[in-house]
Antibody, heavy 122, light 112 residues
Framework: QVQLQESGPGLVKPSQTLSLTCTVSGGSISSGRFYWNWIRQPAGEGLEWIGRIYTSGNTDYNPSLKSRVTISVDTSNNQFSLKLNSVTAADTAIYYC??????????????WGRGTLVTVSS | DIVVTQTPLSLSVTPGQPASMSCKSSQSLLRSDGKTSLCWYLQRSGHPPQPLIYGASNRFSGVPDRFSGSGSGTDFELKISRVEAEDVGIYYCMQSLELPRTFGQGTKVEMK
């Protein structure tokens, strides 16, 4: 059973960089056809897709955040990471990592982490 | 970006009774291979979303068969044949045809 777990600081100061890691267990992050995603949800609001990284390392980002986002993968530790720079209070949210699986077709967000709350405040 | 709109925003349901909700996209979600890029998720309070439906009408593994998805093009529906207490939460539809992936604003389901 694939499991994802987010980790990282719960408090980030304005203008600094938010850094989160998603650790994948129950399967190799680099085998198979998978996309590894980051999604966020401000308290009481809806879901926003941030971006993704493919098994090969190719990335796609939401244009609304593209200038501030970097997603990378660390296959040796079975992890992928999110960096969001120049944060403001508007970046305060629960951040989720999630996988796109593949069976007979793509399975968007078939596995999710539990989420981690990141607050931007001085 | 493709805009996804859900109705109603809230729904009060009776246990054992059916329920349905709608999702509309600003453009067709039909792919060139004939498949449709529309998914449904349920988010229970305090939990991450859990997958229900992909390809507009296919249940993810382990999803009870009381959940069914239908629709094509720009109009989609999620039906629950007999609502159970554990079905309370917010239901989101999402398009995966184009990047960025976009979600509807959600339909909040509560028990009467």
């Amino acid at each position: 059973q694939v499991q994802l777990q987010e980790s990282g600081p719960g408090l980030v100061k304005p203008s600094q960089t938010l850094s989160l890691t998603c650790t994948v267990s129950g399967g190799s992050i680099s085998s198979g056809r998978f996309y590894w995603n980051w999604i966020r949800q401000p308290a009481g609001e809806g879901l926003e897709w941030i971006g993704r990284i493919y098994t090969s390392g190719n990335t796609d980002y939401n244009p609304s955040l593209k200038s501030r986002v970097t997603i990378s993968v660390d296959t040796s530790n079975n992890q992928f990471s999110l960096k969001l720079n120049s944060v403001t209070a508007a970046d305060t949210a629960i951040y989720y990592c999630a996988r796109d699986g593949y069976g007979s077709d793509w399975l968007p967000f078939d596995y999710w982490g539990r989420g981690t709350l990141v607050t931007v405040s001085s | 970006d493709i805009v996804v709109t859900q109705t109603p925003l809230s729904l009060s349901v009776t246990p054992g009774q059916p329920a349905s909700m709608s999702c509309k996209s600003s453009q067709s979600l039909l792919r060139s291979d004939g498949k449709t890029s529309l998914c449904w998720y349920l988010q229970r309070s305090g939990h991450p979303p859990q997958p229900l439906i992909y390809g507009a009408s296919n249940r993810f593994s382990g999803v009870p068969d009381r959940f069914s998805g239908s629709g094509s093009g720009t109009d989609f529906e999620l039906k629950i044949s007999r609502v159970e207490a554990e079905d309370v939460g917010i239901y989101y539809c999402m398009q995966s045809l184009e990047l960025p992936r976009t979600f509807g604003q959600g339909t909040k389901v509560e028990m009467k």
